[in-house]
């Protein structure tokens, strides 16, 4: 059967657990997940997770070898960047044959805040996602930022700080930073001050541009989409030029 055929065996097969948990050590309760194809497949991350992986790829080498393929071509790992380190520090031996190390996709949750004395906003898991960039540096294509900011962010429009992957190896083939933003306003119902908002807009959209081309490169695109989802939230969309 040709290699293109095969293929769409592996994707039928896999979309049959889009979701699998992985265990942590055996002296450990963390578990791992694993989305198959998202967001092309909404469905997946309320799916009942698979425990592991599947038995079918132990078939023959060749389904291993070539069904690990097809899921790391189209997996993402999602997780908030606290965990991420940990999970890939304490993952059992048994599961090595999938990991972070190996990831081409990657979703990663973090929050931002404004500390004393500081005049920017930082990730509160900078230092972890500092270390994260050589663990993810080898196969990495596709980095999704889901940032959510504060209220001093919301209200005042300080400078945000997403140096965190700057002195990494990483070359992306794409790069998404979405900022959710927690305003008082929004939530009591009332409408967001459009001149606010904007300023707001206009200070993560320069740091997104800047951090795009640290990753994707000088030549990349960029698309930027304001007051997306409830009307708090904006993105940025990076990715390789022609």
């Known amino acids: ?9 592996y994707n039928a097969l896999w979309k049959v657990t889009p979701k699998i948990e992985f265990t942590g050590s055996k002296n450990s309760s963390d578990t791992f997940e694993l989305l198959y194809n ?9 799916t ?3 425990k592991g992986l599947p038995t079918w790829l132990l078939a023959n080498k060749a389904f291993l070898h070539e069904g690990l393929k097809q899921l790391h071509l189209r997996a993402s790992y ?10 890939a ?51 990495l294509m596709k980095l999704d930022l889901h ?32 900022v959710r933003l927690f305003w008082p306003c929004f939530h009591e119902g009332s409408k967001i001050d459009p001149e606010v ?15 795009g081309r640290v990753l994707v490169g000088s030549g990349a695109v960029f698309e930027f989409d304001g007051k997306v989802e409830g009307g ?7 990715r390789e030029g022609e």
């Open 89 to 139: 520090a304490h993952l059992d031996t048994r599961d090595r044959l999938v990991g972070l190390h190996l990831a081409k996709t990657i979703s990663i949750i973090t929050q931002f805040h404004k500390r004393r004395k500081s005049s920017s906003i930082k990730s509160v898991d900078a230092k972890e996602l500092e270390a994260l960039g050589p663990v993810l540096a080898p196969k």
């Open 232 to 238: 708090n939230e904006m993105a940025v969309f990076v």
């Open 38 to 46: 998202p967001p092309q497949d909404p469905t997946a991350s309320n």
């Open 1 to 9: 059967m040709p290699q293109e055929m095969r293929d769409v065996v």
């Open 147 to 178: 940032v959510d900011c504060d209220e001093k962010y919301s209200q005042k429009s300080y400078p945000m700080d997403l140096s965190f992957f700057d002195h990494s190896d990483l070359r992306l083939e794409s790069l998404s930073v979405n």
């Open 197 to 211: 908002y904007d300023k707001a807009f206009g200070v993560f959209k320069d740091e997104a541009r800047r951090l």
């Open 78 to 87: 999602e997780q908030h960047a606290a965990h991420l380190l940990h999970d």
């Open 48 to 50: 009942e997770p698979l």
